[in-house]
């Protein structure tokens, strides 16, 4: 990542000059990751703009979140380079008329060329905010792209394993998530889920893709102190 210059870290009120630079910063950030979610700027700026908040506290990202918001809101931040996967709009497909069901369809058809592989592949990823990084490389591969949210919930799993079984092919998921208590948690559950809801015959390689022990050892990635209290850190240790 590029340098910023001086660090704006533990710095209680900034002047007008350093709020400028501090948006200049998070216009660069947002430049360089788009698109991306406001909680992934955040993250890539934890060290050298601001600390990673500890507790409940959630100051430096609700700083985050104002500035991202006021760059958009005056034009100096495309909107589109912004994501949020938390929303969502559920609604049935309609259509004015015939004519304009057969346009759209035409518009929007698309062969599915994996229905002709010998496995089904997917990309699974920690949280929605990942999942707005990848979703442009899923898509433009035709892979379904699932987000855990966190620890997936019993329904979530079984339902992916009851489409798998559906199928009747093996499947290969590649898996998105952080180097830390919960996301090395994350994968360990969802396979053991994903086998016994399956009764053991379910052909199934699952593989953590990012972040990867190596990624970890390259010096590449800001890192900062492990939450001693999540309750999956003793087994992460």
């Known amino acids: 990542m590029a340098s910023y210059g001086a660090s704006f870290v533990k710095r209680a009120r900034r002047t007008k000059a350093q709020v400028e630079a501090l948006r200049m910063a998070i216009r660069e950030i947002a430049k360089a990751a788009q698109p991306c979610s406001v909680r992934h ?9 601001w600390d990673k908040d500890t507790g409940s506290s959630r100051r430096n990202y609700s700083v985050v979140v104002r500035e991202v918001g006021h760059l958009r809101e005056t034009g100096r ?8 996967g938390t929303r969502m709009v559920r609604q049935e497909t309609q259509y004015d008329s015939l004519d304009d069901a057969m346009q759209r369809t035409t518009e929007t058809y698309r062969r599915n060329l994996w229905a002709s592989q010998s496995r089904r592949v997917e990309v699974w990823c920690e949280s ?6 990848l979703l442009p490389v899923t898509s433009a ?3 379904g792209l699932y987000s855990c949210r966190g620890q ?9 394993v009851q489409q798998y079984a559906h199928q009747g092919k093996g499947v290969t998921v590649a898996f998105c998530g952080d180097w830390d208590p919960t996301g090395r948690c ?6 053991e889920r994903m086998e016994r809801y399956g009764n053991g015959e ?5 593989r953590q893709i990012a972040i990867t022990a190596d990624d970890v050892r390259s010096d590449r990635l800001t890192t900062h102190d492990v939450n001693t ?3 999956n850190y003793k087994r992460y240790r």
């Open 77 to 84: 931040l495309p909107w589109e380079w912004i994501t949020d």
């Open 128 to 133: 929605d905010s990942v999942g707005g990084v």
């Open 186 to 191: 994350v994968p360990r559950s969802v396979v």
């Open 229 to 231: 209290r999540d309750v």
């Open 202 to 206: 379910l052909d199934l390689d699952f």
């Open 41 to 49: 700027i955040y993250y890539l700026g934890i060290g050298t703009l």
């Open 141 to 143: 591969w035709g892979v």
């Open 152 to 160: 997936s919930s019993k329904t979530f799993v079984y339902e992916a």
